[in-house]
């Protein structure tokens, strides 16, 4: 089992930046492969971006190719989303997530274990 704490929302301007992370517990990190989804107001959950358990296949949503990176450091447990060029339609709560055996998916259905979310609010 893996417990998954998201930081480093916040509010920001558009064409800002935000560093969001996403810190495990236990020992076998390194065995899952990792998300970051997001959920705006009255829309569905949706993938923003997926990295395999070893980090070496990366996987984004079209709306934000370009724009974010996801990567993790196994060695300290983290799972980050760097977000450049941020604009007001990225707001939205932002949720880490773990699974075993679907790398890169992009439905939150093949996800096991959930973070609490971390807010990011982008202002135009």
């Known amino acids: 089992q893996v417990q998954l704490v998201e930081s480093g929302g916040g509010l920001v301007q558009a064409g800002g930046s935000l560093r969001l992370s996403c810190a495990a517990s236990?020992?076998?990190?390194?065995?899952?492969?990792m998300g970051w989804f997001r959920q705006a107001p009255g829309k569905e959950r949706e993938f923003v971006a997926a990295?395999?358990?070893?980090?070496?296949?990366?996987y984004y949503a079209d709306s934000v190719k370009g724009r974010f990176t996801i990567s993790r450091d196994n060695a300290k447990n983290t799972v980050y989303l760097q977000m450049n060029s941020l604009k007001p339609e990225d707001t939205a709560v932002y949720y880490c997530?773990?699974?075993?055996?679907?790398?890169?998916?992009?439905?939150?259905?093949?996800?096991?274990?959930w973070g609490q979310g971390t807010q990011v609010t982008i202002s135009s």
């Open positions: 997530a773990a699974n075993q055996g679907y790398s890169g998916s992009q439905y939150h259905a093949q996800y096991n274990y």
């Open positions: 236990g020992r076998t990190f390194s065995s899952y492969n």
């Open positions: 990295i395999s358990w070893s980090g070496a296949r990366t």
